[in-house]
C-alpha cells in the first residue's frame, strides 16, 4: 500500500514537472512571421517562459485550436476568427471590455511589391492596370485576413474582374511573398511586415494600398480556454501590449493598437 502511494506521488511530481517545463504555445498568423521571433526572444530573456510559435494563415490555425490543438494564445490576423473561438466556448477576450471581442493588438498594412529586376515598372495602382502584368500573388480570400483584403482593394478599384484570371493564388501571405520573390508572379499583395523583411527589401520594391481601398485589417489575439498557463499566456500578451513591443510592431510594418 505504501509502495503504491509513493509511486502514486511520485508520478504526480513528475507530470507536474513536465508541465511546469512545457512551452508556451503561440499559434500566430502568418503576417507576423517577421516580426515575431525576435520579440519571443527578448520576452523569455526577461520573463524566463519558453515560447514557441506556429505560423500559418489565421483560418487554418483556427481549424486547429478548434480541433483541439494545444495552443495557450491565438495572434491571429484579423478579429473574426478569434472570435468565433469566443463564440464557441473555445477561447476568450483576453481581458478585453468587451467579453466577445478579441484583443486588438495591432493592424496590418497591405501593399503591391514586386522585384527591383522585372521588366515592368516599379509598383503601383498604375502597374495593376498593365496588361503586361500576367500573374497576380495574393492570398486565398477566404482563409487569409491580407487576401481578402486584396480582394477588395481589387474590387473597390474595379480590377478585380478584369484581373481574376491572372491571379495565383497562395495559402498564406508568406507564401504570397514568396510567389512573387520565387518569379512564380510578377507582382504580389502582400504584408508590409513581409516587404520589410531583410532580403524582401533588398529584392524588390513596393507601394502602399491606401488604406480607403479595403476594411481595416484589425488583428486580434484571444486565450485558448483549455490551457494550464494562463498566466504565462497573459504575462506575453501584456508585453505585445507594450510601449516598447508596439514601437517594435510599427518599425516591422504593423500599425500599433495601443500607443
Known amino acids: 500500500m505504501l509502495r503504491r502511494t509513493v509511486l502514486g506521488l511520485a508520478m504526480i511530481a ?20 517577421p516580426v515575431l521571433p525576435h520579440i519571443l526572444a527578448n ?59 478579441p484583443i486588438n493588438y495591432a493592424n496590418g498594412t497591405l501593399v503591391l511589391w514586386a522585384r527591383k529586376d522585372s521588366s515592368l515598372p516599379p509598383p503601383s495602382l498604375e502597374l495593376l492596370h498593365s496588361p503586361a502584368l500576367r500573374r497576380l500573388a495574393v492570398a486565398n ?22 484581373l481574376k484570371a491572372r491571379l495565383v493564388t497562395a495559402e498564406n501571405i508568406a507564401q504570397t511573398a514568396q510567389f512573387v520573390d520565387s518569379g512564380n508572379a510578377d507582382a504580389g499583395l502582400i504584408s508590409l511586415t ?12 513596393y507601394f502602399v494600398i491606401p488604406r ?26 501584456d508585453y505585445l501590449l507594450s510601449a516598447p513591443v508596439q514601437a517594435e510592431l510599427a518599425r516591422a510594418g504593423l500599425t500599433p493598437a495601443h500607443k
Open 43 to 101: 520576452f523569455e530573456r526577461s520573463s524566463g517562459i519558453h515560447v514557441e510559435a506556429t505560423y500559418q494563415a489565421s483560418a487554418a490555425l483556427t481549424t486547429q485550436i478548434q480541433n483541439g490543438a494545444p495552443f495557450d494564445l491565438f495572434l491571429s490576423a484579423d478579429m473574426g476568427y478569434p472570435k468565433r473561438l469566443i463564440s464557441d466556448g473555445l477561447a476568450d477576450a483576453a481581458g478585453s471590455a468587451d467579453s466577445s471581442t
Open 212 to 237: 480607403d481601398l479595403y476594411p481595416p485589417i484589425q488583428q486580434g489575439a484571444v486565450i485558448v480556454s483549455k490551457i494550464t498557463k494562463r498566466s504565462e499566456a497573459h504575462k506575453l500578451l
Open 141 to 162: 480570400p477566404d482563409r487569409a485576413p491580407y487576401g481578402r483584403a486584396a480582394v477588395a482593394a481589387l474590387t473597390s478599384l474595379k480590377l478585380y474582374d478584369a
Open 14 to 33: 513528475a507530470l507536474a514537472s513536465a508541465a511546469a517545463q512545457s512551452p508556451l504555445r503561440v499559434a500566430a498568423a502568418a503576417d507576423l512571421e
Open 194 to 205: 513581409s516587404a520589410l523583411t531583410q532580403h524582401l527589401s533588398s529584392s524588390g520594391s
